[in-house]
Structure formats: structure tokens, C-alpha cells
């Protein structure tokens, strides 16, 4: 009985040590639960395109969607200027021969001077959209590295719709799209709005192709536009006819790293 005994104990013991080594491999083996978020479309590698489209980007891009960032913060005007801006044919004050703008954005502040003799009918319809506040809560919604910096969509549906035919004629190219410069975005001759591209190298190509700049960014103010978030590039960025449809909230959704500009004001 004990030889028994002593095989029945080591037999027990063998089916308790055989239970216990399955039990932690099939604790192993489960797989854990899910709860990575979404990726982010990787960011198209920095580079300057050979030859840029003739509406400097006025053309849709394919939507994505993009996730795990804080949406972007943007300052409400004290005033609500959207009842002004749904009547664009009133806006057509002359600009000064020269004026200055403040741009107060989510990367910091900078300031433009406009030289009104370098092209007239842009620096007056700039002028007016400023004032106005037309660009207060806009994104910079292209940014293509080493190339251009590109805003002047209103996060307003309504807004946009109001200035979409609001079309100028060209003005004759007289300065230069150096570094810096300021020059609106067209889609062919005549075709100018309120779309607008801060140079970041010196462009000159675009001169020969109708680009007239208007102004140019003061003193140090090109560290700030250098840093507008540039993940997007020209290949992941949001559709320029959804945003006009759909404004902010659209943005916000898609595209959460982008910067926005919180006010546009003209210095006194």
C-alpha cells in the first residue's frame, strides 16, 4: 500500500504540474485586446516640385483621415463679420500705396508689408479681405516644403461660396516670388479671389507664369511661417472644394495638425 501510495502521489503530481504548464501557455497564447488608434498617413518626404501647377494647388486632393492629435485652437473675432463678408461687390476700397498686416496664428505672430504699386488690384482686394476679417480663423491648409505656404480658404461655408466668383484680373508681374513674398493662387488667367501663397525659397519660375507678388514678410517673420505644420505636403492634404463646402469642421476632422491663422489685422 505504501508503493502505491507513493506511485499514486507522484502520479497526482505529474497531471498537477501538467495542468499547470497548460494553463500558462494558453494564457500566452490569447491574444491582447486592441487598443491602438488609427495611423497616421505617413508624411510625404520634403521636396520642391520641378514644375508647379498652374493653380499654386487650387486643385482637390484626395480626403484621409487622421487621428490622435489635439484639434487646433482658433480665436473668435470679437465681432461676427460674416454678414459683411456675404457682400464681397461692397468691398472695393483702395488700398494705401502701402500697409502693413498682423498675422496672429498657432505658431506665433508675423507681419507683412504690402506695396500697393506691385500689383494694384491684388493689394486692394487684400486689403478689403483683411479688413474685413476674412482670413481670422482661415488654415494654412497647404504646405508644401521648400515651395509655398498656402491659405485663404474661410472656414465659413457661406463666405466661401460668397467670394467664389469674385474673379480679378491678372495684374502684370513686377516684383519678384522671392523668399517671402506674399502673391495670390490662381487656377488660369484672370481667376484670383482671396487664395493666397507665402513663398519659402525663391520661386522665381512663377514669375514667367503670371504670379504677381504684393508683398513681403517683415524682419524675422519667415521663422514663424517656417513652421506652419507640413505633414500633409502636397499628397495627403485635404480637398480644396470639401473645405469651401464644409469649412472648419472638416478640417478639424481630417487634417488635426494643421495651423490656422486666429487674426488678420491691419497694423495702424
Not at 499514486?8 to 500558462?24: C, I, K, T, W, Y
Not at 483683411?130 to 505656404?149: C, L, Q
Not at 519660375?205 to 511661417?225: K, W
Request: glycine content about 8%.
Amino acid at each position: 500500500m505504501r508503493i502505491e501510495s507513493a506511485k499514486l502521489r507522484q502520479l497526482l503530481s505529474v497531471v498537477a504540474a501538467a495542468a499547470f504548464l497548460l494553463g500558462g501557455c494558453n494564457a500566452k497564447e490569447q491574444p491582447a485586446p486592441e487598443t491602438s488608434k488609427p495611423a497616421e498617413a505617413a508624411a510625404p518626404p520634403a521636396a520642391t516640385p520641378d514644375t508647379p501647377d498652374a493653380s499654386m494647388a487650387m486643385q482637390a486632393k484626395p480626403a484621409t483621415t487622421q487621428s490622435g492629435a489635439a484639434k487646433p485652437t482658433t480665436a473668435a473675432a470679437s465681432k461676427d463679420y460674416t454678414k459683411e463678408l456675404l457682400t464681397p461687390a461692397k468691398w472695393k476700397e483702395k488700398a494705401p500705396e502701402t500697409y502693413k498686416v498682423k498675422f496672429d496664428t498657432t505658431r506665433g505672430e508675423f507681419t507683412l508689408t504690402v506695396t500697393r504699386a506691385l500689383a494694384p488690384l491684388g493689394a486692394d482686394r487684400f486689403y478689403n479681405l483683411v479688413k474685413h476679417h476674412f482670413y481670422d480663423g482661415a488654415a494654412f491648409f497647404r504646405v508644401v516644403p521648400n515651395f509655398v505656404v498656402q491659405f485663404g480658404i474661410s472656414g465659413t461655408p457661406s463666405v466661401s461660396a460668397a467670394w467664389k466668383h469674385t474673379e480679378l484680373k491678372d495684374d502684370p508681374v513686377k516684383g519678384s516670388n522671392k523668399k517671402g513674398t506674399i502673391t495670390f493662387a490662381t487656377a488660369g488667367p484672370n481667376t484670383r479671389t482671396t487664395q493666397v501663397f507665402i513663398n519659402l525659397k525663391d520661386n522665381e519660375r512663377l514669375n514667367g507664369m503670371g504670379f504677381a507678388p504684393f508683398g513681403t514678410v517683415d524682419g524675422t517673420g519667415m521663422n514663424v511661417v517656417e513652421m506652419m505644420y507640413e505633414g500633409y505636403g502636397d499628397d495627403a492634404g485635404p480637398d480644396q472644394d470639401q473645405i469651401e463646402k464644409q469649412g472648419t469642421p472638416y478640417l478639424k476632422k481630417g487634417w488635426p495638425k494643421l495651423d490656422y491663422i486666429k487674426s488678420a489685422t491691419l497694423v495702424p
